[in-house]
């Protein structure tokens, strides 16, 4: 199924592998895109199909991840702007306030993401989520490695100030 080099092979029977291995993490990266379960999995499907029909330019002449992670960040700004019911509120709704200490830090940590403008949430889950350096996350999103550095320490900003605190205990320490 794969070739000398390494990458997936690209006939039908390597496009199958690929989707087999990436299914998990890239639904994990439309998840935290999209901030929705089920919109996720639809724009990852969505986006296989796609790459169906190009599978064996991509696989010969590029990089097959490189090409999915684009194509996530595209269909879900496409998403979003056929989708503008959305209406801003002062107050999360109930259960949303990503303040509350939720059992598990993975949930605290997706409800804030989803408090982020898209943008932002692109940034963060591309460079800490799916581990693309600044340069390659500018390459996904089709902007400036400076504009990934704005919007990456504004969203760290916002996070901050969203996620809940630990408390560090300092026993044995004296001052």
């Known amino acids: 199924m794969n070739d000398i080099r390494g990458e997936p092979g690209a006939g039908e029977a390597g ?8 299914w998990p ?6 998840r935290l895109l999209t901030g929705d379960p089920h919109r996720a999995e639809e ?34 700004v496409s998403l979003w702007r056929r989708a503008r ?3 801003l509120v002062a107050e999360p709704p ?12 993975d949930q605290a940590l997706e409800r804030a993401l989803a408090l982020l403008p898209r943008r932002q949430r692109a940034v963060v889950v591309l460079r800490y989520y ?16 400076g504009t990934v550095k704005i919007h990456n320490a504004r969203a760290m900003a916002r996070l901050r100030e969203l996620l809940p605190r630990p408390e560090y205990r300092s026993e044995g320490v004296r001052r």
Do not use: I, T
Request: charged share 30%; proline share 6%; aromatic share 8%.
């Open 15 to 22: 496009y199958v592998a690929f989707v087999e291995a990436a």
């Open 25 to 30: 993490r890239y639904l994990r990266v439309a």
């Open 43 to 76: 724009l990852l499907q969505d986006c296989l199909v796609k790459l169906y029909p190009r599978w064996r330019r991509v696989a010969r002449n590029g990089d097959p991840h490189a090409y999915l992670r684009r194509m996530l960040v595209n269909g879900n």
């Open 85 to 87: 019911r959305e209406r």
């Open 94 to 105: 109930d259960g949303a306030d990503p303040r509350a200490a939720p059992d598990d830090p």
């Open 130 to 145: 799916a581990d693309l350096s600044e340069k390659d996350v500018a390459g996904a999103l089709g902007c400036a490695v």
